[in-house]
């Protein structure tokens, strides 16, 4: 792995987890979820299983990774939005330009 991309995921685990720890607060308590909305194998599936791996490391909890395909990530993105707004469920998002 490059090591910018490996910046970019402590990066993203520091800011998921900070607020919690700054409070005081034990967090994680429970494993997480990470909704990755494309098909399993693909480059993004790829990229959230390594965020996961990475993820959990530095929490001590493991980060279960979910694909929800369909509809252009469409079908993902919804199930994290209805998700229950606890901390626990994170989405893995792609832009193009």
Do not use: H, W
């Not at 494993?31 to 996961?52: H, V």
């Not at 791996?53 to 509809?71: D, I």
Request: with cysteine; hydrophobic share 50%.
């Amino acid at each position: 792995m490059k090591p910018i991309a490996r910046v970019f995921i402590l990066m993203a685990v520091l800011l998921a987890v900070f607020p919690a720890r700054a409070a005081g607060i034990d967090y994680p308590t429970k494993p997480l979820m990470l909704i990755c909305p494309f098909s399993p194998g693909g480059s993004r599936d790829i990229i959230g299983r390594i965020f996961a791996t990475t993820a959990e490391k530095y929490l001590g909890k493991s980060l279960v990774v979910v694909n929800k395909a369909g509809a252009s990530g469409v079908i993902g993105i919804q199930a994290a939005i209805q998700a229950t707004p606890d901390g626990y469920t994170l989405a893995l998002i792609s832009t193009s330009m």
